[in-house]
């Protein structure tokens, strides 16, 4: 059976760890530091079968090398000179086999122009997205455009609704504060918010999120319907799903 558990990293992130059972090999995403996964896998007694990377960025490929040195595992991930270590790289349709299990790549840039995404079809699907897709949010545009965004969620809204979303960040609350303001009138939403709350105080995750979820509460997700085109229109264009979702974007870079 696999299991997918996060490892708390650096301020914010979570290193997803995926593993066969419980004294299987380990695979694990977007280690931005190599410790906890080091003592996870002493813990485990455990080895390190594979890391998949998702984009460049240092909180997601900071553990890298050190994990590789260590422990010969193979490196995935995009075609970019400034990720140190990969053995494969991947882009759009590629495909692999990781723990009995197969992964598609998706590229899905917006955050970044190197960002990929790994979906592994199942019951229930996995999709790691980084920082694409956050449980209430998406990411900024730090090299994308708002349509490359916007062009991703639309690939993930089509997904299988029970498809767990593995994002890199636990941005919830924050995300779910903003979401209240981009669509006042969503009970689900407000359940959610104090679902995580809940967990936050007790020092869980908020995350994996889903898919089905993410179009009932996430306003980035929502922005075809008229009362999230109402509110974003206070805060530039609106009008139509791809123009609000930029004005979202920009206006959540500020809130």
Not at 41 to 67: F, P
Not at 86 to 112: A, K, W, Y
Request: glycine residues 8%; contains cysteine.
């Amino acid at each position: 059976m696999l299991t997918v558990k996060p490892l708390p990293a650096l301020q914010d992130n979570y290193i997803w760890v995926m593993q066969q059972d419980s004294i299987g090999a380990v695979v694990v995403v977007d280690p931005g530091e190599a410790q906890p996964v080091i003592d996870y896998l002493d813990k485990q007694g455990s080895g390190l079968e594979a890391i998949l990377i998702t984009h460049h960025h240092h909180d997601h490929t900071g553990g890298v090398e050190a994990l590789k040195a260590r422990y010969g595992a193979r490196v995935i991930g995009p075609d970019n000179p400034r990720i140190a270590a990969i053995d494969e790289t991947v882009r759009e349709g590629d495909s692999f086999r990781l723990l009995g299990r197969q992964f598609e790549v998706m590229e899905t840039p917006g955050h970044t122009l190197d960002h990929v995404s790994y979906l592994s079809s199942g019951t229930p699907s996995l999709l790691f997205c980084a920082d694409t897709l956050f449980c209430g949010g998406c990411g900024r545009l730090f090299e994308g455009t708002p349509e490359q965004m916007f062009t991703a969620l639309s690939r993930f809204a089509a997904l299988d609704d029970d498809t767990l979303v593995f994002g890199a960040h636990e941005y919830t609350l924050a995300n779910l504060k903003f979401a209240r303001a981009a669509e006042p009138d969503n009970a689900l939403r407000d359940e959610l918010f104090a679902e995580c709350q809940r967990a936050r105080d007790m020092n869980r995750p908020t995350l994996p999120s889903n898919i089905g979820r993410e179009k009932a509460i996430n306003p980035f997700m929502r922005a075809h319907l008229e009362g999230v085109q109402q509110a974003a229109a206070a805060h530039g264009e609106s009008g139509d799903a791809a123009t609000t979702f930029a004005t979202l974007r920009a206006w959540k870079d500020r809130f």
